[in-house]
Structure formats: C-alpha cells, structure tokens
C-alpha cells in the first residue's frame, strides 16, 4: 500500500520509494487489521450503496470520482470526500433498474448538485 498512498500524496509527482520490494515468497503469513470505519467511512457508504442497489450504485461512484477530482486539486481536505459521497447518497432518490442512459444522466445530475449545493 505504500505505492499507492505515495502516489496519492504526491500526485502528479512520481518520488522514488526507498526499501525492499515485496517478496511473496518470504511472507509467511499475512495479517489484516479491522479499519476504522469511523475515519475511512468510504467504506461503510459503499457498503450502503450496494444495499441499497440501482441507481445509488451510481451515486455513489460519481460523487467519488468528483470528490478525488476537487482533492486532487487541493480543493478539499482528504476527509471531505466521505462529507460529499454522502451528501450525494443522501439527496438522490434511487431508481430501481436504471438503463445505460439512465446511469449516465444520474451521474451528471450527480456531478452538478455536488458542484452547486455542496458547500465546504
């Protein structure tokens, strides 16, 4: 996971990462901790919106994309992604069994109520 964080971080920036690579053949085991879903809360709306089903699936990965996009730009803290993903969940009403066109307009409408009536 440190390529990816240092990815994150630096972006668009590339910095050398110091320390061995990875060796599968060396681990003997593997072990997961619990996250904290109180501070990663990407993980819980996601949970959500597979519940939920239809169209929120879309909500979802729109407001996402959206939020990433205005971090990347430094427009919002790292945490703020989890405020905007569940703004969006919160104010769409889902649509059952969306067909393609249907995705695509909910995921403008998505884009455009996170831009207009999200406040920071």
């Known amino acids: 996971m440190r390529l990816p964080i240092q990815y994150t971080l630096y972006y ?14 060396k681990i003997a085991e593997i072990h997961f901790e619990k996250p904290n879903t109180e501070v990663l809360r990407g993980i819980p709306l996601a949970v959500e919106a597979s519940r939920i089903g239809g169209s929120m699936l879309t909500v979802m990965n729109a407001a996402n994309e959206y939020a990433v996009a205005r971090f990347l730009k430094k427009d919002i803290g790292f945490l ?26 909910v995921e403008q409408e998505t884009y455009e109520k996170l831009e207009r009536d999200f406040h920071i």
């Open 12 to 25: 668009p920036d590339r910095n050398g990462l110091d320390g061995e690579r990875l060796d599968f053949e």
């Open 80 to 105: 703020q992604i989890y405020d905007m993903i569940e703004f969006a969940m919160n104010h769409h009403n889902k649509i059952g069994d969306p067909d393609l066109e249907t995705i695509l307009a």
